[in-house]
């Protein structure tokens, strides 16, 4: 929709920025809402878009640059001075400010320090100083908030005078004595009440909340579990800092999607959307896995040839069956299966991780995983490889049988199959194995479970897939 | 936390169960977050969550009802009689109520609608009747609307009146003639205004909405973009059909993304959470992916003796390099660099479709991809084909030249390495426009681009491995 839109709108707003329509401006960008001003924008040149943008007022200025990409707002503010770059950190909502903050450079950031008011610059620099992965990073400190001795009627009236301040004024926190979170109330609470009551009476006390070093993962999925428009976040004193809206919690979940789908598919997260990243980074966060993978692969190769050398030197008199072909022939296949087995296992536990984290910050919630889960995956392992390994073993026989692969060896064709059966048997058994009980060590070494990427279990076994090949050769060729 | 919570809750929820504490678990149902109930009751007996249950008035009961799972739910109903579950029916919000029918036996849907009112009824049959992908399966007809010619103070006291009917009350939609959708405002617009200004005066006309039969996962982006709390839905004639709220947005984000990574991993997406699911239904949506790739393997087994075949007997006098060991030490090697960067590719590639997914609904977006960005993809495949493939020719030489492997052949060693070298770099290029261009083309077909799984672009990648091997081997040994 608005690709479409844009193309129409683009080349009248040059038209516009030539003829120095600034009313003209001011208006379009008035009526739309921010976040089409933003796409339609974000692809036109750094002069165009702030002969645009200038023409608004700072708050629909700002509330527009917000809706472009951090990537995208980093370029933007390279041709701002000082001043302007002030003005505009100052108007802007803490969070996307911290988000772009710390896309500048730290001599920048100190530089512009000092320009901005001193509440506000305790605000930023505390906001900088948490993890980029807890809810400190993601979290707004713009929350509407009451004290409890009030009515609903005073509530209401103090909340209007909070609400341009305030990212959402939905939720309302009561606090008590030092900021200590001590309820909650929802508008639609407040104006469903008579206007004399208390606000006590009617406040949630049992707020459910999450502190500021927590996740950012666990945080949008209690969010999200709770169906909430906002999740509050407390201090280790239980005093409120700051809130996480369902907006970001969303973003949160797609952007660690889009992460765990990179990992397992062997490729370093970027920090850009893929289309933005720069070549020279992506390359890099590619080639690493590529030459890790590599090295698997080497180690296979090596694997190869020391049995290579065994069935043509230390056993002269083993059938020619041993020394490679039916090898050569059916290797693809046993690693392949092995392989995605192993991929199809890795998937299904650090999927169901990502969707349960656990609170590291209770104790008695360590990492566990149902014993019988694991049983359960290791007998789909069996019943899949026996499918497998009997088709397999079925499809050999036939195709010695009529000639599609030659018989050079002396064994029967029946053995053969057996051979091949009972390889890719065991190896997928092995795949499901190291599938599933790698990424769980991953995630009880604290380390994040999608590093044991599909092509990391297929390249490890692989090497497996060596061994049991040539052993279950050895046996009964 | 809710894990350790639940340890500590059940054992006294059973002892009031037995001394049949009635007060007891109504006042413990009513103090606790309805999420929290819900998961502490879950993995409870049947027979012993409907004794808890019963105890909450039925509003209560039906909130933390409708925080289990699917699953569950479907399990529960089982012991309900008629009268019972119409009950619970009715008092459901629509969009949940209309998930768990869909997981019961039209027979007793049948059943049941007899039970309940005309106008639920009603309302019933037409969102059962949304295909499950579309933004109709997931909306809920419970949104607050107002007319067009009134007064703020006149609106807030008819919202006063649907508010316990709504599933938001933040959002208010203007509706004209034939419930056409006019405009928009928010709670916080409405109690910042005067009580006597008109609505019409303060409502957002240009208001973004999506229609009915609009993709669910297109419907949550676009909600996520705008940070709307709810995203308004429309019939073919514009008129306000339903309502998708943000927390639905966000269980569909995590769903899609569940499924994308099921599919890239190979195995078909599941109903249910992976714990959840039936043992043979996963067999089932692994074992049909397990046995499409293994033919393609035996495809790959097919052309090794077609090439053995050529080798062995028509090249008698071709090097022994050619009829075996070369290619056996390699081949590993040379399909696991094709099918890592061919997953590669395919893994960027159908995560930025994921996240961006094209408006069927508007002429002239159809779906289109950069071809900048193709051909960077195919010059990023080359850079890393190149790095790969020396480094291996570097290995290779090293190898043979230090008896790691056995030299067999007449060939010298520099000769080997260039022939795997040089199958490297082509085959991770290879690999990187199959993982390009195969998710582009399913994806132009209207097909789901995450149906090109990591193991189906190694496994095609895999038969060109060995014509690509046979043939720089044949041209150079």
Do not use: C
């Not at 993890?131 to 009030?150: C, F, K, W």
């Amino acid at each position: 929709m608005v690709d479409y839109f844009k193309s129409l709108v683009q080349p009248d707003i040059r038209q516009m920025i030539r003829e120095r329509d600034r009313a003209g401006l001011k208006a379009l960008l008035d009526v739309m809402h921010p976040a089409v001003a933003a796409s339609i924008l974000e692809d036109m040149k750094d002069q165009e878009i702030w002969a645009v943008l200038d023409n608004a007022d700072l708050p629909r200025r700002v509330e527009i640059f917000e809706y472009m990409s951090l990537r995208r707002q980093a370029e933007l503010v390279r041709s701002l001075d000082q001043r302007r770059l002030s003005e505009l950190l100052e108007e802007m909502s803490p969070d996307d400010r911290v988000d772009l903050l710390s896309r500048m450079s730290p001599q920048r950031v100190e530089q512009i320090l000092r320009l901005i008011a001193q509440a506000e610059r305790n605000d930023i620099r505390r906001l900088l100083s948490y993890d980029e992965n807890t809810a400190g990073a993601i979290m707004t400190t713009e929350y509407a908030s009451l004290p409890v001795n009030i009515t609903v009627g005073e509530a209401l009236q103090r909340l209007r005078q909070q609400a341009p301040d305030s990212e959402t004024i939905y939720y309302i926190y009561i606090l008590g004595e030092d900021r200590r979170l001590k309820g909650l109330i929802s508008l639609r609470e407040l104006i469903l009440a008579p206007e004399d009551q208390p606000l006590a009476e009617i406040m949630e006390t049992d707020v459910i909340r999450m502190r500021v070093d927590e996740d950012r993962e666990h945080v949008a999925q209690e969010l999200a579990r709770y169906n909430f428009i906002a999740m509050p976040i407390v201090d280790e004193h239980d005093r409120l800092v700051g809130i996480v809206t369902h907006d970001d919690a969303i973003d949160v979940v797609q952007e660690e999607a889009t992460e765990d789908a990179y990992r397992q598919g062997a490729v370093e997260p970027l920090r850009d959307d893929y289309e933005d990243a720069p070549i020279s980074v992506i390359l890099w966060k590619r080639g690493v896995w590529l030459l890790a993978l590599s090295l698997v692969a080497l180690v296979t190769a090596w694997m190869l040839g020391l049995y290579e050398h065994a069935t043509s030197s230390g056993l002269r008199d083993a059938p020619p069956d041993l020394s490679g072909t039916l090898i050569i022939l059916f290797l693809p296949l046993v690693m392949a299966s092995g392989g995605n087995a192993g991929s199809q296992s890795a998937t299904l536990f650090i999927r169901m991780f990502a969707l349960q984290p656990t609170d590291a910050a209770v104790p008695g919630t360590e990492f566990r995983v149902d014993r019988r889960l694991i049983l359960r995956e290791l007998l789909i392992g069996l019943a899949l490889g026996t499918t497998l390994g009997v088709l397999d073993a079925l499809v050999v026989t036939i195709g010695f049988h009529l000639g599609i692969w030659e018989s050079s060896g002396t064994v029967g064709d029946l053995r053969r199959a057996l051979v091949v059966g009972l390889t890719v048997l065991s190896i997928v058994v092995v795949g499901t194995a190291a599938g599933t009980l790698l990424p769980i060590l991953f995630r009880r070494l604290g380390m994040d479970p999608a590093i044991m990427s599909n092509p990391l279990i297929a390249a490890i076994v692989d090497v497996l897939g060596v061994v049991l090949f040539y052993e279950v050769a050895m046996t009964f060729l």
